[in-house]
């Protein structure tokens, strides 16, 4: 996917030293498991940072923010190497317009993804938010219907503005792993999967501060209020998610125009009818036929049946 002419990662450089030190080694990390290049899929609701973060991990401004939604109807992929590994990042637009599920938006991200694999991807939403609905859901949904129930065996739940203080002295652990939990939850049902099955794949869940604003520790990396250095843990947390040992995601004609990945199982209907009708009701109507024949006639029958004989002779 990478080009000849993908540009130098040179965002890299406006980190802290202690940052850059680390970004590099994770890339050294996947480039040992032969990872040469990595692509993250951004997706969320519209407003939550999405662009903002596609930004802070590149560090450069490539794709505009807005805070008022007025988001570019298409994805965009932006691209940088360093030291041979290449990395893609594709902002998407929010997909919920008017308290609905915006199919076109959907549709143009697909068609945009198709014949490229996601490696990882980035479901962004918003720290300092109190309540999940049922919108959260469909978005789950409609993502888990697209590229099917694996894709979140490589997915990272990120959240936005991190710097934040809970409100109702809730400390700023008990206020995340409380969100986070909140979260979880919707995804679990949105992408209908089962509570053990889900628990198994543990979707990470990683703080993000986009403001410029945001706290900066000793060595002069940004900060959040419980202290992790957030740019190297989100990429150490999408270094992981890379090399766990679940399959990327292709998106192929196959995926995005098919059946519904997560509802191949219709095929089997007009089969589990035939294979009713031959071995449940067939065997039923005889069963009710002999029944029929073995029937003990009513005496009232018996002698109509009797008198309708003696009219025949
Ligand atoms: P998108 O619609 O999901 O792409 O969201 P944007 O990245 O365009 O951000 C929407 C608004 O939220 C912009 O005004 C951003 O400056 C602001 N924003 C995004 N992320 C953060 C964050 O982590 N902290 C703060 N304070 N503001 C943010
Ligand atoms: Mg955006």
Redesign the pocket.
Known sequence: MASQFTREWTGINTFAPATQTKLLELLGKLKQENVNSLTILVM??????????VNSIIGERVV????F?S?GPRPVMVSRSRAGFTLNII?TP?LIEGGYINDMALDIIKRFLLNKTIDVLVY?DRLDAYRVDNLDKLIVKAITDSFGKAIWNKAIVAL????FSPPDGLSYDEFFSKRSEALMKIVRMGARIKKDAFQAVGVPVVL????G?CNKNDSDEKVLPNGIAWIPHLVQTITEIALNKNESVHVDKKLIEGPNPNQRGKLWIPLIFALQYFFVMKPIEGLIQKDIENETKPAWELRDALSRRRNRY
């Open positions: 969320g609701k519209g407003g939550v940072g999405k662009s903002s973060t505009s923010i807005s805070p939604q988001e902002d929010g962004v936005t503005h991190a710097q993000i501060e986009n403001s604003r």
